[in-house]
């Protein structure tokens, strides 16, 4: 964030004010907007020390690093905000690699006539989140662009953090036999995102799931880290994407259960009076994670145990298939194929 | 919420499989229609083959208003959309399914063509109010249920004296096109499938009751169960309709009586028909020709009716000759039957309208069913080995 700290400066006017290009484009505007919204909000040592970067350390051992584009619509909805998203989505990128996440950047581009009010809001709660979370927001960026060539806010965020010593996660390494678990019900961001749209408003309670894992992730290594094979967390395309996407790169298959899987009645109603399958709504707020069968009691006793792991459940096993398919046994009884989403999710027509 | 969990019981519905297993007699076998792709999709959705006996098979049918749009009719939108004046409204099914060449609404839209996406006929009036200076064009389809919606926006387009909305009409109908199964010497020379009777859609029967299925029953001898899209609703229907085989019965029977009445919504049917008259004829793909199978505007509302306004065509466009959606919904091949399931048409890359909607048989079959194909090569392979 690039700091202007000159003479002549107005205060913000953050209740009825609106982004111009002025504040995009490098002078003394931006820097008071960048002093006035995001310090502010984000206030932290790096950050005061006003450079275009910052300097850390970090213990020992492998590292990883993690970016992701927060484009959501509508911006606020109920149980968070585009802000909060991309601070918990960013942290539990960092978290599924089973590493504590240290350190987080945030650029905006903010689309011309945007309240400086709404921005507040956003920068506050993002900065509430990362503190709350204990990774602060150490650097960022901020653009303006005209007016309709971005819808009202995008936010980037990217995150570091360090992997403990011993602890390999990856995508390819679930076996058969492994079991499934899930931390929580699904689909209530998704389901409380689409309750806020302009063309679908429909009366729910659900909130948002938007929370950060590390704490949880945290848990559940000390509890059975050799046994955890690989963590996940079904933000986009639901656990349906999730499942297929490991299957394909283990090259194993899957078989859930249905009748296992938490959801909660109003998410399930939503989903039905749109037309849409729950394991294909987004989450932000849970994951999965494959466990080797001997650790599976443990890590998820160790889930339940903790706030955000209550309705932690194990809701099927890792098989043996060429074809690498997602088989779910029915609450039917019946079988299916869990599949990947084609295109966008759409509500039904009829 | 008790209102899913009701028609959703596992326990219910095995018990109803079962009494299905007990009644179906192991000398014959049972071939039921399940007209309605919210059938097609429940079935598929909830594994419901696999409760029923290998003598009861349930046919997948036509009826989803995507799959059995003609592609004529999408080539004729295509075009118009791409007129400089025009928005078009259309729902997100339909952007994807192929016209004529490889085209479609959302390679236009790509090309520049002011496609916009709505979710009902309100959001395209709503866009027809904030922009008067567009022609706006809603690209209308659907069975008898989407129809009356269709008639209040044309209702509140007069009396707004919006002059710049109309429709693009594709409403279709759903007993001519049942009957036509049945019927029609064309259709039986593309080849016919034995059927004993049929599972009718339960929304549709909201709106036009029991009774317009009445005809067809007594004079085909064919049982009608009209029934619910939950799961338990569909295989309640499926005993229901053994029974009535077992009984020698033809009969119009009601399963889900909590909405459907044998009359229907009158006050919804007297809009529909203030507004719309019978199409002598109308192409349905897979079917072709089915009298008086669609619905049009009345000539005094042609002000609001696109195809006139705009003189549009609609090109004599034929189906890709390797997609085999024609014999698929018409109910004599299943979508493993066509060489191109699965290699080159899949949900991501549509060949055919029954791979785009997620009604259409080809896509629930690959969206949930593909893994029983797999367990059949397994089984051919054990028995030959
Ligand atoms: S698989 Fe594709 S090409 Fe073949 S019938 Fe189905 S939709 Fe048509």
Known sequence: MNMMIKAYRRKLDVANGRVDLSHGA???????????IFHKAFDNDW????????AFSVPGGRMVMTTDAYVVSPLFFP?????????HGTINDIAMAGAVPLYLSASFI????????????IAQSMGAASREAGVPIITGDTKVVERCKADGVFISTAGVGMVPDGLDLRSDAARPGDAVIISGSIGDHGVAVMSKHENLEFDTDIASDSAALHGLVADMIAAGG?????MRDPTRGGIAATLNEIASQSRVGFRIDEDKIPLKPEVAAACEFLGLDPLNVANEGKLVAVVAPEGANAVLATMRAHPLGSEAALVGHVVADDNCFVQMTTSFGGGRIVDWLSGEQLPRIC | MKYIDEYRDGRLAKDIARQIAALADPGRSYHFMEFCGGHTHAISRYGLEDLLPANVRMIHGPGCPVCVLPIGRIDAAIALAMRPEITLCTYGDLMRVPGSNGSSLLKAKAAGADIRMVYSTLDALRIAEAELEREVVFFAIGFETTTPPTALALKAAIAKGLGNFSIFCNHVLTPAAIQNILESPDVRKLGTIKIDGFVGPAHVSTVIGTEPYEFFAGEFQKPVVVAGFEPL???????????????GRHEVENQYIRAVTALGNEKAQAEVANFFELRESF?????????????RLRPQYVAYDAEKRFSMVTPAAKDNPACACGAILRGVRRPTDCKLFGTVCTPDTPMGSCMVSSEGACAAHWTYGRFRERARQVDVGRAVA
């Open chain 2, 283 to 295: 192409e349905w793909r897979g079917l072709g020709e089915v009298p008086y199978g669609a619905l």
């Open chain 2, 233 to 247: 609703d569909v295989i309640q229907a499926i005993l229901m309709l053994v029974r009535q085989v077992n009984d």
């Open chain 1, 226 to 230: 050799a046994h955890i094979r690989l």
């Open chain 1, 26 to 36: 490098g002078g003394r505007a931006m820097g008071q907007l960048i002093e006035g």
């Open chain 1, 47 to 54: 950050l005061r020390a006003g450079n275009d970067q910052s």
């Open chain 1, 79 to 87: 149980g968070g905000n585009i802000g909060t998203l991309a601070v």
């Open chain 1, 110 to 121: 903010i689309e011309e006539g945007f309240p400086f009010a709404d921005l507040e809001r």
